[in-house]
């Protein structure tokens, strides 16, 4: 069967392109992200390598993981069901910690906010404290909180 070459599904949309003098921005029409490049002056203007300068920010920001993104567990191997150190170590609110589903891990079918991101204490990654989504806004009180790397999760673009 013939396969036919499309755009990768991560940088399809409406954009705006403008290039002025050496500098060009890309403006996602749906988002309203904008992304800029400008080539040195001693270089020859390539509206081609601006154009990926650009995409190539666009796919970072996509895949950075920051407070607040929501997030989908994609392998709960990658817990930390009892590292209640982080919490002491990182200052976490009490309103979090407390809800800390000690030795369980996320489910893989519900989205999680990102509440936290620190440093882990003993290996130089980052853990994420997610909290589940499907009770956040709903009472002043915080549901489960679960402990995990950034293998663990992906970031839900919508």
């Not at 001693?42 to 929501?70: H, S, W, Y």
């Not at 997610?130 to 790397?149: A, G, M, W």
Request: aromatic share 12%; net charge negative; charged share 25%.
């Amino acid at each position: 069967m013939y396969k036919q070459n499309c755009c990768p599904e991560s940088i399809q949309g409406c954009y705006s392109l403008q290039m002025y003098g050496k500098e060009m921005i890309l403006v996602n029409k749906e988002t309203g992200e904008t992304f800029s490049t400008h080539c040195h002056p001693d270089d020859i203007f390539d509206p081609g390598a601006g154009l990926n300068v650009c995409l190539e920010q666009m796919e970072k920001k996509r895949n950075t993981i920051e407070v607040g993104d929501i997030v989908k567990v994609k392998n709960c191997g990658e817990s930390y069901t009892n590292y209640v150190e982080w919490f002491v170590s990182n200052n976490i609110p009490y309103e979090q910690a407390a809800h800390f589903a000690y030795k369980q891990t996320p489910d893989k079918d519900n989205e999680y906010e990102v509440v936290a991101i620190h440093p882990h204490g003993y290996h130089s990654i980052d853990l994420y404290l997610i909290q589940n989504v499907r009770n956040l806004h709903t009472s002043k009180f915080y549901d489960e909180t679960y402990l995990v790397n950034k293998n663990a999760i992906k970031k839900v673009v919508k």
